[in-house]
């Protein structure tokens, strides 16, 4: 099997940076160019299963990394994908557009339990391969002035479901089930087994 000393990472998210660290996986970003429209492939389609949706998405995005990664001309290497999706039930809560979103979905999501979903993708040469972890987070009933504070600290903007579970919300977590590091945007075990079988060599 071919190995592979470096892959890139098709994502913004500092946190998925710091997961793969901690995984030993040395990697490049590979960041959409100004001309691009990233967010127009979050875009939700009427009617779509949130699991699906989240799979959707992250199989676009690999598909728009492989294409940039040729088109600059960059060494050949496994390109990495992953997206992040909160739903409850089958409502899809996204990024927060502003503040009052961002304090409408905590109200939504205060003293009740919701699905995290994380999909990974990986492309090394003609290969595809691909996973998905779903977890559930169960909040506290929070008050108020404990939602407003925290949408006050920028913290929620950028994130799906407007949290970041290593945050100061963790103190309103009552439990979660499942992957912490796919709730975080990258769930690991997954994600290093679909890099171990494209030989991607992991730093001792």
């Known amino acids: 099997m071919k190995t592979h000393a470096f892959i890139y990472l098709a994502s913004q ?3 998925r940076r710091q997961l793969l660290d901690q995984l030993g996986v040395r990697h490049e970003l590979l960041l959409a160019s100004p001309d691009e429209d990233a967010e127009a492939l979050e875009e939700h389609v009427a ?7 989240c799979e959707r998405v992250t ?15 960059l060494p050949p290497a496994p390109v990495l994908c992953a997206d992040t999706t909160v739903a409850l039930g089958r409502r899809i809560f996204g990024k927060p557009v ?7 979905t905590l ?3 205060s003293g009740r339990t919701h699905r995290v979903m994380t999909a990974v993708a ?9 996973a998905l972890s779903v977890s559930t987070v169960r909040f506290a009933a929070m008050p108020p002035h404990a939602v407003e504070a925290y949408v006050a600290s920028g913290e929620p903007f950028g994130k799906a479901g407007a949290y970041a579970i290593q945050s100061r919300i963790a103190a309103w977590i009552e439990r ?15 994600t290093a087994q679909l890099l171990l079988q494209a030989g991607v060599l992991f730093e001792e």
Not at 98 to 104: E, F, I, K, T, Y
Not at 180 to 190: A, F, K
Request: hydrophobic share 40%; charged share 25%.
């Open 176 to 190: 979660i089930g499942g992957s912490y590091s796919g709730i975080m945007g990258l769930p690991l075990h997954e």
């Open 47 to 53: 009617g779509e299963a949130p699991a699906v949706y």
């Open 59 to 73: 199989q676009l995005k690999l598909a728009a990394a492989v294409a940039r990664m040729k088109k600059r001309g």
């Open 122 to 130: 990986l492309a090394s040469g003609r290969a595809r391969t691909s």
């Open 107 to 109: 109200q939504r999501l």
């Open 98 to 104: 502003d503040a009052d979103d961002a304090v409408a």
């Open 13 to 15: 998210s500092p946190r």
